[in-house]
């Protein structure tokens, strides 16, 4: 085995970079000629020793890192969230979703969500928008009656002038809140998540690295 400097001209920024790698030469039957193998990148470090006490002090610095910081952070704020779900929600969680929380496509299923895509709309002009486009009445849309008792479950339901683009002359505003704080809970979720997983993966590819030169080191 040897340490082998690779240099790299990066032409854009006018820099020269050099890394090392650890190497050893074979004898490939199949080709009738030696040829080398890559063991383990070095990166600036001359000796395999050096490398792997620089990976072990990354390792160590990855528990006071920015990342694992916001691991437990976000971890914190999405229980806060589902805490805060459960002390604001918690009759109609346990009466239409068993006490959890519902994804957001679940919840717009029960609630017959038009938010996406509006309700018909009639050829009545009823103003303009911003830009002076006209603005046209919504067509009532009858859902079944169990839509609409989950939608008044959640409270604070006004009658309104005119059909809502919900295709209803009635703003649920519990339900509208609710969908919000649902759309908050699982943000969190997911980024807790994401931040937890590119922890991991950067851990296990740290403990790889230095099993990988471990094995190398002790092998001499």
């Known amino acids: 085995m040897f340490v082998r400097t690779k240099v790299i001209h990066d032409k854009e920024r006018g820099k020269t970079r050099r890394y090392r790698q650890l190497v050893e030469n074979y004898w490939d039957r199949e080709a009738g000629r030696p040829?080398?193998?890559?063991?383990a990148h070095l990166g600036k470090h001359e000796t395999p020793e050096d490398a792997l006490e620089?990976?072990?002090?990354?390792?160590a610095d990855l528990e006071g890192s920015k990342l694992y910081k916001q691991v437990w952070?976000?971890?914190a704020t999405a229980a806060r969230w589902e805490k805060s779900m459960r002390r604001k929600y918690g009759a109609v969680l346990d009466r239409y979703w068993d006490g959890r929380t519902p994804s957001e496509v679940e919840h717009k299923e029960r609630a017959y969500d038009t938010s996406a895509y509006s309700a018909p709309r009639t050829d009545e002009i009823v103003g303009k928008d911003y830009f002076g486009e006209p603005i046209y009445a919504?067509?009532?849309?009858?859902?079944?009656d169990e839509v609409e008792e989950y939608r008044r479950a959640?409270?604070?339901v006004k009658r309104e002038d005119k059909v809502t683009p919900w295709g209803t002359?009635?703003?649920y505003s519990g339900l509208f809140w609710?969908?919000?704080?649902?759309?908050s809970c699982h943000i969190w979720r997911a980024l807790h998540s994401g931040k937890r997983e590119e922890y991991n993966q950067r851990r296990q590819r740290l403990t790889e690295r230095i099993q990988k030169l471990e094995s190398i080191v002790h092998s001499d």
């Open 35 to 39: 040829r080398q193998r890559v063991l």
């Open 154 to 156: 959640f409270g604070d």
């Open 138 to 144: 919504y067509m009532e849309v009858d859902v079944p």
């Open 73 to 75: 952070e976000y971890r």
């Open 54 to 59: 620089d990976l072990r002090k990354k390792l």
């Open 169 to 171: 002359r009635f703003h």
């Open 178 to 183: 609710f969908g919000r704080d649902l759309q």
